[in-house]
């Protein structure tokens, strides 16, 4: 059964940084993508990269503090999130799909459970 699995979320101050990281068992997968979801509001689409090549996307709301980035080797896909506002504050999730098609904001065949981030002013 396909699984994926988020760590690295905890409390920051605001203007810190932290990374996440996404890995897992899903077989082949062609786009990986990061998205969130605040208390009381919809889950968000943050950033997406294909598993191979050079294809990445990145929200505007994160564009220039957030950078998606891969490691085949490791089967890990990682957010690094820097310059961090009280408005990051959400469960991150990490989500892959095994169709070919560039399409990040989805639709996504695999979830993680999500992981904690939490920015303090």
């Known amino acids: 059964q396909a699984q994926l699995e988020e760590a690295g979320g905890g409390l920051v101050q605001a203007g810190g940084s932290l990374r996440l990281s996404c890995s897992g068992r899903?077989?082949?997968?062609?786009?990986v993508g990061w998205f969130r979801q605040a208390p009381g509001k919809e889950r968000e689409f943050v950033a997406a990269i294909k598993w191979t090549g050079n294809n990445a996307y990145h929200a505007d709301s994160v564009k220039g503090r957030f950078t998606i980035a891969r490691d085949n080797a490791k089967n890990s896909v990682y957010l690094q999130m820097d310059s961090l506002k009280p408005e990051d504050t959400a469960v991150y999730y990490c989500?892959?799909?095994?169709?070919?098609?560039?399409?990040?904001?989805?639709?996504?065949?695999?979830w993680g459970q999500g992981t904690q981030v939490t920015v303090s002013s």
């Open positions: 899903t077989g082949s997968v062609y786009t």
């Open positions: 989500a892959a799909t095994r169709s070919p098609v560039w399409s990040p904001r989805g639709p996504y065949d695999y």
